[in-house]
């Protein structure tokens, strides 16, 4: 199964850490929209799309890129976030969009990350350690779940 995860990963690193411990059970090839602004994505028959949480919603860089994505009716796709307070689904808005265009959403992966932004960097920040090997097992433990979900249809 080609896989894919295109992500953007700016503050500390902490969505890059979740979406490589998930590229390595899924196989899939890793997309840095911030490097890579114009990803060619045909031909995945899953797509990750991943970013850390600013104003309780994933990345603006990615949000553009998913306003301006054509995908095939029925495309397979999941999203992940990190940020540094857990208190709601903050991949909500970017799969109802996601859903708009056709795609098929299979669940969505949310865990926390060190956050020093605003006023969290004058106290030193918050979630320090985070993504931790625990996060990471759960991340790789969804990709397990999403695949077996795409290899069962």
């Known amino acids: 199964m080609k896989t894919a995860i295109v992500y953007v990963s700016v503050h500390h690193g902490n969505t890059k850490k979740v979406v490589q411990a ?83 959403c299979l669940g969505s992966f949310q865990c926390r990350g060190f956050d020093t932004f605003g006023p969290f960097g004058k106290i030193g920040g918050i979630a320090k350690g985070r993504p931790n090997e625990k996060d990471l097992e759960q991340a790789r433990n969804f990709a397990k779940k999403i695949q077996t979900q795409v290899n069962a249809v």
């Open 22 to 104: 998930m590229a390595a059970e899924l196989s899939a090839d890793l997309i840095d929209l911030a490097v890579e602004k114009e990803a060619d994505l045909s031909g995945y028959e899953l797509i990750g799309f991943a970013s850390g949480v600013f104003y309780n919603g994933l990345h603006a860089i990615l949000r553009q890129y998913l306003e301006n994505l054509c995908l095939p009716v029925g495309q397979r796709v999941f999203l992940v976030a990190t940020c540094g307070v857990a208190y709601m689904n903050y991949t909500r808005g970017t799969k109802r969009l996601l859903e708009k265009k056709g795609a098929q």
